[in-house]
T-cell receptor, first 114, second 114 residues
């Protein structure tokens, strides 16, 4: 089975632009979470979606939004990009949303904002 | 958010055991302790998790203190492929949706010497 896939792999944008990142979970997984990892830091939680509904949101501004589609794939949108949004964006999928459910991470999308 | 404390870095020699410590003094009775690792240029990878009893799997062992305020990840024979950042994580409940999120710290960077 394929693992979690993310696209694109790398992305370069300029300040003020908008970006959409995509994630395909492992087949059968209904939960998708998004994390931001700034260089030298651990990943920080942005969103979790389960069964196409937002189940949680981290401490990120409203410029960040996401959605989950009927096939459980997900998109993360970031508007009005700032230099500080430069980071590795990670998507993780799991079967459900409980404490013992293992999260499987994709390779990430490297976003550079100039 | 529940916090964990880990050393910034550790070094080991190939084929020797490695003990990676983690303190989580604010852990609650129902918090599972999770360990993930992140190899260079990859997303985090699940290693092991436990609640109270010591746990073993093909990758590692997890030793949990009796008071659950600390735990130790044990790699029985380190290989060069084990060089990674190791994260000790408590899953934190989200206020909506009954879900949980992973709260990452900076982790421990493990260097394995040949």
């Amino acid at each position: 089975d394929a693992g979690v896939t993310q696209s694109p792999t790398h992305l370069i944008k300029t300040r003020g632009q908008q970006v959409t990142l995509r994630c395909s979970p492992i087949s059968g997984h209904k939960s998708v979470s998004w994390y931001q990892q700034v260089l030298g830091q651990g990943p920080q939680f942005i969103f979790q979606y389960y069964e196409k509904e937002e189940r949680g949101r981290g401490n990120f501004p409203d410029r960040f939004s996401a959605r989950q589609f009927p096939n459980y794939s997900s998109e993360l949108n970031v508007n009005a990009l700032l230099l500080g949004d430069s980071a590795l964006y990670l998507c993780a999928s799991s079967l459900a949303r409980f404490s013992t459910d293992t999260q499987y991470f994709g390779p990430g999308t490297r976003l550079t904002v100039l | 958010d529940a916090k964990t404390t880990q050393p910034n870095s550790m070094e080991s020699n190939e084929e020797e055991p490695v003990h990676l410590p983690c303190n989580h003094s604010t852990i609650s009775g129902t918090d599972y302790i999770h360990w993930y690792r992140q190899l260079p240029s990859q997303g985090p990878e699940y290693v092991i998790h436990g609640l109270t009893s010591n746990v073993n799997n093909r990758m590692a062992s997890l030793a949990i203190a009796e008071d659950r305020k600390s735990s130790t990840l044990i790699l029985h024979r380190a290989t060069l492929r084990d060089a990674a950042v190791y994260y000790c994580i408590l899953r934190v409940p989200l206020t909506q949706g009954g879900s949980e999120k992973l709260v990452f710290g900076k982790g421990t960077k493990l260097t394995v010497n040949p």
